[in-house]
């Protein structure tokens, strides 16, 4: 298996254990008995630290791109513009 593809099973899997984590965590610190509104926060949480956590990974494991070099615009000729 390629180093890449075990980088990619890892991320997943680490995501999904904080998905997991956080929900348990969740419930048991909500207080009883819960209702609609309180699954869809407990939901939304775990899925904001997810996707956060998933951003921030990717962010610092890859390489950056190398910088665009400016480029210099010279002055046309003002007796000749260009067209």
């Known amino acids: 298996m390629s ?18 984590v956080t929900v348990a965590t969740l419930y048991q610190v909500m207080p009883k008995p819960l209702r609609a509104l309180d699954y869809l926060i407990v939901g939304a949480v775990a899925t904001m630290l997810s996707m956060l956590l998933a951003f921030f990974i990717v962010i610092k494991t890859t390489e950056p791109k190398k910088k665009l070099q400016s480029r210099v615009i010279r002055d046309e000729d003002p007796g000749n513009p260009a067209t």
């Open 3 to 20: 180093p890449v593809f075990l980088r990619n099973v890892m991320l997943v899997v680490g995501i999904t254990l904080i998905f997991v």
